[in-house]
């Protein structure tokens, strides 16, 4: 539901769905260590950090309207000599409309 995840520090072992509106929006939101998150609400993840953390592979779908706006996504496992891609990195991203607009990704190596 709207902001039923805002503001709050989140990891699964699986998937962590943000459907409803502004679910997990907030600059205070961060998700960890989470192998696939999805934003599929209106604003979902918009604000929030998101960091691979330990995982070698982690994958990020927004394909709610503004999902990702202003969204912080952090992938700690770029491979060296690649291009930087969601591939390399082991991470995918996944944008629909306009989910991926205003959002920041980071490879590190």
Request: charged share 15%; glycine share 16%.
């Amino acid at each position: 539901g709207r902001y039923s995840c805002a503001d709050g520090t989140y990891t699964a072992s699986g998937t962590l769905s943000a459907t409803g509106n502004r679910a997990a929006e907030g600059s205070s939101t961060t998700i960890i260590d989470t192998p696939s998150i999805e934003g599929y609400g209106y604003r979902a993840l918009a604000g929030a950090t998101i960091d691979s953390g330990s995982l070698s592979t982690m994958t990020v779908e927004l394909y709610g309207y503004e999902a990702g706006d202003g969204t912080t996504i952090i992938c700690r496992r770029a491979i060296r000599g690649f291009p930087l891609s969601s591939k390399s990195a082991g991470c995918t991203i996944k944008c629909k409309g306009n989910g991926c607009d205003g959002a920041t990704v980071y490879y590190y190596q």
